[in-house]
């Protein structure tokens, strides 16, 4: 049982490029969100999903899309890479949304140049 | 607009002080409010509070939800400093969202 895994762990992007952040839980969970984390902004919610085929936009979703084919893995991509876009990344997964707390994975810190 | 507020933003305190960390919140639809510690790596979950006035316990923290107040604290008694870290409180709905706030930064002094 691997939790949430995410990668990668540390990435460097030019302006203007794209990639996917990868995230995957092994744990049968059907919510999945993809968070934030700026210096003294503390986690903000980027995408959200409820199960396989389900999306839906939380505070700061510009610049970033999510798809979910299966329950298991929730990618972000990032279309076209900006500065403003430089923080690390979480992505959490829940069974039932909140009662059992989201497990985290171990983040991804992305710097955009 | 779904809002998580937390005080104060940074604390500093020294071992055996008591400190009283702040939420408040105005969320659609709410449902439950949960709080994490994060030191240095991923949020990890210490309480879940769902009903006014019941106090969650956890060795020396603890936490209790007021929902008339829109808002909830979380004490620490007997600080030491393996307790520095930031503590986060997030707010869920009933659509699957998870809202948090800025985060408290504890530290305490030997």
């Known amino acids: 049982n691997a939790g949430v895994t995410q990668t990668p762990k540390f990435q460097v992007l030019k302006t203007g490029q794209s990639m996917t952040l990868q995230c995957a839980q092994d744990?049968?969970?059907?919510?999945m969100s993809w968070y934030r984390q700026d210096p003294g902004m503390g986690l903000r919610l980027i995408h959200y999903s409820v199960g396989a085929g389900i999306t839906d936009q939380g505070e700061v979703p510009n610049g970033y899309n999510v798809s979910r084919s299966t329950t298991e893995d929730f990618p972000l991509r990032l279309l076209s890479a900006a500065p403003s876009q430089t923080s690390v990344y979480f992505c959490?997964?829940?069974?039932?949304?909140?009662?059992?707390?989201?497990?985290f994975g171990s983040g991804t810190r992305l710097t955009v140049v | 607009e779904d809002k998580v507020v937390q005080s104060p933003l940074s604390l500093v305190v020294h071992e055996g002080d008591t400190v009283t960390l702040n939420c408040s919140y105005e969320v659609t639809n709410f449902r439950s409010l949960l709080w994490y510690k994060q030191e240095k790596k991923a949020p990890t979950f210490l309480f879940m509070l769902?009903?006014?006035?019941i106090e969650k316990k956890s060795g020396r923290l603890s936490s209790i939800l007021d929902k008339k107040e829109l808002s909830s604290i979380l004490n620490i008694t007997a600080t030491q400093t393996g307790d520095s870290a930031i503590y986060l409180c997030a707010v869920g709905s009933n659509t699957g969202k998870l809202i948090f706030g800025q985060g408290t930064t504890l530290q305490v002094k030997p």
């Open positions: 744990m049968n969970h059907e919510y």
């Open positions: 959490a997964s829940s069974y039932t949304g909140q009662d059992d707390g989201y497990t």
């Open positions: 769902t009903s006014s006035g």
